[in-house]
């Protein structure tokens, strides 16, 4: 009597698994939600090739939302996305002004970096809204004209490989 042998089954093979969850929406909470499925799936959704390989397919992230606001006043974080995927408007204040906003002005976002300037303390900030990171340069002498004379602009340099999520290298224009 021979025995048969077993083929593994269809989602053992961690290619195979790797193509169907490359298909999840490029929504902000599909991967953390997939990945809590099992520990298998979390270490194949936290592999960096993986993770390559998914924002390639997807292209840019989704827009979470857009500052309004005016000079002198307060900016506002006004989410577009629904549930689950909503960023609270509070998780994009601006985290180093406690007494006030009056004094910072928004003057641009790209690449998930903003531009803030403070026309009373002369300075300029370039600030990651996701991850809280923020870099703060005095600008006495540029910033001693008038403000609304300036137009800036923040980008940021791409990789070698392409990868603009990783935030090695910044420059700020004027």
């Known amino acids: 009597m021979s025995r048969r042998r077993s083929s593994p089954a269809p989602l053992d093979d961690d290619d195979l698994l790797g193509e169907i969850l490359l298909r999840l929406p490029p929504q902000p909470s599909s991967l953390p939600r997939a990945s809590l499925a099992c520990a ?55 985290p180093w002004s406690r007494k006030g906003y009056d004094c910072w002005d928004l003057r641009g976002c790209r690449h998930g970096l903003a531009v803030l300037v403070n026309d009373r303390g002369r300075g300029v900030v370039v600030w990651d809204p996701l991850t809280g990171q923020h870099r703060h340069h005095r600008a006495r002498a540029f910033l001693a004209e008038p403000p609304l004379r300036h137009h800036m602009s923040v980008f940021l340099a791409m990789a070698p490989r392409g990868d603009v999520h990783k935030r090695g290298a910044w420059a700020c224009a004027w």
């Open 40 to 94: 298998r799936w979390r270490s194949v959704l936290s592999d960096p090739q993986f993770l390559g390989r998914f924002r390639k397919r997807h292209g840019k992230p989704p827009l979470l939302g857009f500052f309004t606001g005016d000079v002198g006043r307060r900016h506002v974080f006004t989410p577009v996305l629904g549930s689950p995927d909503r960023i609270p408007a509070a998780r994009f204040s601006v």
